[in-house]
Nanobody, 126 residues
């Protein structure tokens, strides 16, 4: 059974940075991504990446402030999300997601990702 376990969330002041991690129980995903959901709002994509070639894409709202990377580490592969210049509106639960489907360009719509973690909370205060 695939497991994705996020960590790295917390409470930070606006303008600060966080690095989120997602440890996967296995490798071989076609696409992986980070999503977030704030209370009362729909889940939205933050960034997605093709682990094989590193090609990534970002939500317009977060371009320039986030970097998604993937590390084929031993023994467990890990997906990272670096978030800089945090704003109050970045407050949300951040989720890691993955799919074994192979795409020429990884989709951003969350419904294409059938594996998800439990999430890590990010709270930004002003």
């Amino acid at each position: 059974q695939v497991q994705l376990v996020e960590s790295g969330g917390g409470s930070v002041q606006a303008g600060g940075s966080l690095r989120l991690s997602c440890i996967a129980s296995e490798a071989g995903f076609g696409c992986m991504g980070w999503y977030r959901q704030a209370p009362g709002k729909q889940r939205e994509a933050v960034a997605v990446i093709n682990p094989a070639d590193g090609r990534s894409s970002y939500a317009d709202s977060m371009k320039g402030r986030v970097t998604i990377t993937y590390a084929q580490e031993t023994p467990k592969p890990t997906l990272y999300l670096q978030i800089d210049s945090l704003k109050a509106e970045d407050t949300a639960t951040y989720y890691c997601a993955a799919t074994r489907s192979n795409w020429k360009s990884c989709p951003t719509a969350p419904e294409w990702y059938n594996y998800r973690g439990q999430g890590t909370q990010v709270t930004v205060s002003t």
